[in-house]
Nanobody, 125 residues
Framework: QVQPVESGGGSVQAGGSLSLSCRIPGATFSTYEMAWFRQAPGKELEGVACIMRSGISTYYAETVKGRFTISRDNANNTLSLHLASLTTEDTAMYYC??????????????????WGQGTQVTVSS
């Protein structure tokens, strides 16, 4: 299996924005639903946003709805997440994954990719 490669994280002040990217090389990228997850220190892994293979339908966790935007470029095997109006609660390691089903709260079911190294987002007040 090909490991995802996440990038774009960094340190930002509250209220700022960041854009994350994820690449999973391989011809099957467009045949899977894709999602972003995050894990803050001492907390469980949280599904943040999920996007259907066509890119038409997207789903978000309530904690990020209206602030984060997930998108995908199937031609370039790239998944993106734009984070806006960031708060200190958004500080976490962010990971992407592919799977077979998105659900309404932004989670991805039946994950079929290994976990990558992630990209760290740190928001300061």
């Amino acid at each position: 299996q090909v490991q995802p490669v996440e990038s774009g994280g960094g340190s930002v002040q509250a209220g700022g924005s960041l854009s994350l990217s994820c690449r999973i090389p391989g011809a099957t990228f467009s045949t899977y639903e894709m999602a972003w997850f995050r894990q803050a220190p001492g907390k469980e892994l949280e599904g943040v946003a999920c996007i259907m293979r066509s890119g038409i339908s997207t789903y978000y966790a309530e904690t990020v709805k209206g602030r984060f935007t997930i998108s995908r470029d199937n031609a370039n095997n790239t998944l993106s997440l734009h984070l806006a109006s960031l708060t200190t609660e958004d500080t976490a390691m962010y990971y992407c994954a592919r799977g077979t089903a998105c659900i309404a709260d932004g989670r991805l079911l039946r994950i079929t990719s290994p976990w990558g190294q992630g990209t760290q987002v740190t928001v300061s007040s």
